[in-house]
């Protein structure tokens, strides 16, 4: 998958727009800093879609797990701890109002892609 090309397509996206508060919070417990890269929003929304496609239908807290680290914890053994479930929510509710992804309840509950979201991510392949 050309990785580059779909941050690229998902930038143009209108639905998908960094919050205000991206430049400045963590991406999760186990980090010490926010991201360097101005762009990591768009980055994080493409990484998202693909992973609802590769595991769906899968919900937040495991795609939050998927973005986890080890906690440095001083002196104590280092702990896994998850990435934060805020940025993982905005960035589902964000595809979903782009038509990428859905909510579906059987046979399993969470998100699948839809039908344009497969179209979508189709001409990345």
Known sequence: MNTENLIAEVTKLKEVQAPVWAPFVKTGVSKERPPVNPEWWQVRVASVLCKVRKFGPI??????????????????TEKKMDGSR???RKAIQQLEAAGLIKQVESPKAGKVLTKEGTEFLKRFN
């Open 59 to 76: 919900g937040t807290n495991r795609l939050a797990k998927q973005y986890g680290g080890r906690q440095n914890r001083g002196v104590k």
């Open 86 to 88: 805020n940025i993982t």
